[in-house]
């Protein structure tokens, strides 16, 4: 949905991506390595149960870090492409695209903010891009 959602917009697309879950400190969403073809998103914001908000969070996640793994380097451009790539695709009013503008955080304990991790834990999330290649097929 990420990768449609954004050749929708920015016609724009990439294949061979990694994706890790890792246990990362709770003020960070994730991590793009630059030059990787990974991308590391934050375990301990994907809270169970997956309601429609949780969802709506790993979507943005996901596509500000996919929008790194494309080039964007620049903080404030990622974030106003989420939005509009949220806003284009989904529209104003959807949960999505209200993620885009308040991200996860909200629901975070502020004394969590502070916290340092001593290990990842990083766990590659296997045939992360099958469903894509039976698509393209
Ligand atoms: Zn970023």
Known sequence: MVKRAVKNTLGIHRVGLMLYLGDLP????GFHPLGTNEIII???LMKSPLDVRGKANIFTL???EYLHSLGYIDEREVRALTHQISAENFGNDHPVTRA???G???DVDMEEYGDTVEDMNLELIRDFERVESHYII
Do not use: C, E, K, T
């Open 100 to 102: 885009a503008v308040v």
């Open 26 to 29: 709770i003020r960070v969403g």
């Open 62 to 64: 996901l596509l500000h």
């Open 104 to 106: 996860p955080w909200p």
């Open 42 to 44: 934050n375990r301990r």
